[in-house]
């Protein structure tokens, strides 16, 4: 995969996730949420075969009770970065904008995906809402938030926390 899919995937990520600082959208942000749903055949493609159903019956929870996306309408910023799957394993500085847990868990991930993470910002501050876990796939996007909560070694009783921590 090369820097023009890299810089693509950011773009297209870009255009997408501005949709939700969109105050006329506001109110659709749960809906818009819920088509970023993965299809039952998109985690074979982002996790390894071995984890794959782990990661699709852990991800249940949250589809269930999806909670909304939480921007403020100051928050009119956004930041996005993108990394492929193997700069987790290789320590590549574009990894370094993403929660650390994806390095625990980067052997688990398909090679040859790019991942977005993003922020939504407050022009005034410096941080502000963030999320993780966006994977385009086949004409589609799909969410995989904060996949080292679903997977194996770092599952946890309460499913829920897994992403509202």
């Avoid at 390894?48 to 996306?69: F, K, M, Q, S």
């Amino acid at each position: 995969m090369d820097e023009h899919s890299l810089d693509e995937v950011h773009r297209e990520a870009s255009i997408l996730l501005a949709r939700f600082l969109d105050p006329s959208l506001a109110a659709m942000r749960l809906e818009m949420a819920r088509a970023l749903r993965p299809l039952p055949e998109d985690y074979a493609k982002v996790f390894a075969d071995d984890v794959a159903d782990i990661a699709r019956t852990g991800y249940l929870a949250l589809w269930e009770n999806l909670p909304a996306w939480p921007a403020r309408p100051e928050q009119i910023k956004l930041h996005v970065a993108v990394a492929r799957s193997e700069d987790f394993v290789e320590g590549h500085r574009r990894a370094e904008e993403f929660p650390g847990g994806y390095r625990s868990v980067a052997t688990l991930l398909k090679p040859g995906r790019i991942w977005v993470c993003w922020e939504f910002i407050a022009p005034e501050r410096t941080a502000g809402v963030s999320f993780d876990g966006l994977v385009h796939l086949d004409g589609h996007w799909a969410w995989f938030p904060k996949p080292w909560r679903v997977l194996p070694s770092h599952r946890q009783a309460s499913p829920m926390s897994h992403f509202t921590e």
